[in-house]
């Protein structure tokens, strides 16, 4: 399938590791080279910040969705193509979930992990259908990548999780997977 709109989570802090940044910049580049809107959780923060930034300064379209609570704290972008605010946080996982045809994540916290293991287990109920790229930039996500076998092989999963997972190390490695 054509990917017409790639939804992105990610961190609303940068990390401590310079590459986390840079490799947000090269994504947002990559979808406006690409043509992909990118959709995201709309705020001028971290690593949030930088996708979207990277993605406007190459002339891209960019839809952030955010929650009215979250409209000072995550200081929202005033220059996105389209900015959508929702009543509440769940409205806003909603929207990101449909706007997108695939979904990507870059390193972050709490509130990534949420957002990916929210996907996936949509995508185990059937609800949706997600094809998750997984930027695991230097190991950040190693620590987790372990953690999936260990479900697997101890029998909690209901399917390879490589199937729905596709695990890139860097958006160079990404490049040819968008279509
Ligand atoms: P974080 O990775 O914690 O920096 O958060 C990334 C994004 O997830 C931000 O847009 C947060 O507002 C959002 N977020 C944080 N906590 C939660 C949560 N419990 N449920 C859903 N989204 C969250």
């Not at 609303?12 to 990118?38: M, P, R, V």
């Not at 910040?49 to 960019?62: D, E, F, P, R, T």
Request: glycine residues 10%; aromatic residues 8%; neutral net charge.
């Amino acid at each position: 399938m054509k990917i017409k709109a790639l939804t992105v989570f990610c961190g609303s802090k940068s990390g401590a590791n310079l590459s986390f940044l840079n490799e947000a910049t090269s994504l947002g580049n990559l979808l406006a080279q690409k043509n992909i809107d990118l959709v995201y959780g709309g705020g001028n923060k971290g690593l949030m910040g930088a996708v979207a930034n990277g993605c406007l300064a190459k002339g891209g379209k960019v839809i952030g969705i955010m929650p009215k609570l979250l409209l000072e704290w995550e200081a929202q972008h005033t220059g996105l193509t389209e900015l959508i605010i929702t009543q509440t946080m769940h409205d806003r996982k909603k929207i990101l979930y449909e706007k997108g045809d695939a979904a990507l994540v870059l390193p972050g916290g709490m509130g990534t992990l949420d957002e990916l293991f929210e996907m996936l287990t949509w995508n185990n109920l059937k609800i949706h259908n997600m094809k998750v790229f997984l930027l695991n930039i230097d190991g950040y996500y190693d620590a987790l990548i372990h953690l999936l076998d260990k479900m697997d092989t101890d029998g909690f999963m209901y399917d390879n999780w490589k199937d729905r997972i596709i695990v890139c190390t860097s958006v160079e490695a990404l490049k040819p997977l968008l279509s």
